[in-house]
């Protein structure tokens, strides 16, 4: 079983920048590949970066050049470096780890872009 909590998310205005974390506990995290995803209002949910156990990470275009996904595997955190952000990255934001045949969420962090 593992338990992830998402912290840093908040109102930012348009151009600048946050740092979302993913604390884990429970299990082995440096196993599991670690995600980000985000969930706009009347939207689906959607996959905004990964990483691999290995450190491979992969990235949705919309968010290319802006977003870094790392992890501490030391600290069984994730982060999500967020820059230049706009308002159409308002969203609610979940971590997930995901395992060979299992899968966990956070409870999801808001993310508000705003002048």
């Known amino acids: 079983q593992v338990q992830l909590v998402e912290s840093g998310g908040g109102l930012v205005q348009p151009g600048g920048s946050l740092r979302l974390s993913c604390a884990a506990s429970g299990s082995i995290f440096s196993r599991y590949t670690m995600g980000w995803y985000r969930q706009a209002p009347g939207k689906q949910r959607e996959l905004v970066a990964s990483?691999?156990?290995?450190?491979?990470?992969n990235y949705v275009g919309s968010v290319k050049g802006r977003f870094t996904i790392s992890r501490d595997n030391a600290k069984n955190t994730a982060y999500l470096q967020m820059t230049s952000l706009t308002p159409e990255d308002t969203a609610v934001y979940y971590c997930?780890?995901?395992?060979?045949?299992?899968?966990?969420w956070g409870q999801g962090t808001q993310v508000t872009i705003s002048s």
């Open positions: 990483i691999t156990s290995s450190s491979t990470t």
């Open positions: 997930n780890a995901r395992g060979i045949g299992r899968e966990y």
